[in-house]
């Protein structure tokens, strides 16, 4: 998908265009809300939205109304800080299909993208994508895991963890590449958290946990043969 990341803090405005082209989206991104404006009512042809509702212009709330009203349908994900319920309704009425509160860890914000891409897809397209190897399966719509079928629960972070091998299987894995798609953005973890979390899962999936291998001066990988 054409992203347009709409983030007015640098470091997050990076390391999102870093990840989410990993991801293999194209990926633009601006700091402002007339910027946003110009380039989603422009040609680019961008299929979703990531728009901070802190911007120093305009407010996030305005840009999506502004783009509601130019007739735009795309998918627009807002990131915000502020937890109440009365932010998320008016985010919704703006015109936003989806938000996210920050801290949020990458692996979430990349699976809420995905999420909306495929509602825009035909209905053949959404059913049930799967993550596999060997045993271990996470089914991306209910974002529920199951080993040899057998349901298991995983917290927030285990799960965001899991999904990170299972994108990448076989790969080894570092430490850092972890931190910066399991645990949330500008929350400060030392490289040991993964260590602990990679023993909490490796204990919850069983035997299926040994296919989470070490990986001695580099960090880990799971192992798909
Ligand atoms: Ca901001």
């Known amino acids: 998908m054409h992203l347009l990341?709409?983030?007015?803090?640098?470091?997050l405005r990076s390391l999102l265009v870093r990840l989410l082209g990993e991801e293999r989206h194209l990926v633009d991104a601006v700091e402002t809300g007339e910027e946003a404006l110009e380039v989603v009512?422009?040609?680019?042809?961008?299929?979703?939205?990531?728009?901070?509702?802190?911007?120093?212009d305009l407010p996030g709330l305005e840009v999506a109304r502004r783009i509601r009203a130019a007739g735009r349908t795309l998918p627009i994900l807002i990131?915000?800080?502020?937890?109440?319920v009365?932010?998320?309704?008016?985010?919704?009425?703006?015109?936003?299909?989806?938000?996210l509160v920050k801290p949020f860890a990458f692996a979430e914000l990349a699976a809420r993208i995905r999420a909306l891409g495929r509602r825009g897809e035909?209905?053949?397209?959404?059913?049930a994508p799967l993550l596999a190897v060997g045993p271990i399966a996470l089914d991306e719509t209910t974002r529920t895991v199951t080993v040899d079928g057998v349901p298991l629960e995983l917290s927030p972070r285990e799960l965001s963890l899991l999904e990170c091998f299972l994108r990448h299987p076989g790969?080894?894995?570092?430490?850092?590449?972890?931190?910066?798609?399991?645990w949330p953005w500008g929350v400060a973890v030392t490289p040991n958290a993964v260590d602990a979390y990679i023993h909490?899962?490796?204990?919850k999936l069983g035997p299926a946990g040994a296919?989470?291998?070490?990986?001695?001066?580099?960090?880990?990988r799971l192992a798909d043969g």
Request: hydrophobic share 35%; charged share 30%.
């Open 5 to 11: 990341v709409v983030e007015d803090d640098p470091r």
């Open 41 to 56: 009512l422009g040609p680019a042809g961008i299929d979703l939205v990531v728009l901070d509702l802190g911007l120093p």
């Open 79 to 84: 990131l915000t800080a502020r937890d109440t």
């Open 86 to 99: 009365g932010d998320r309704v008016t985010g919704l009425d703006a015109g936003a299909d989806d938000y």
């Open 122 to 127: 035909g209905p053949s397209r959404r059913t």
């Open 171 to 182: 790969q080894a894995l570092t430490r850092d590449q972890l931190l910066d798609r399991a």
């Open 200 to 203: 909490y899962l490796r204990e």
């Open 211 to 220: 296919r989470i291998r070490t990986v001695r001066g580099i960090g880990y």
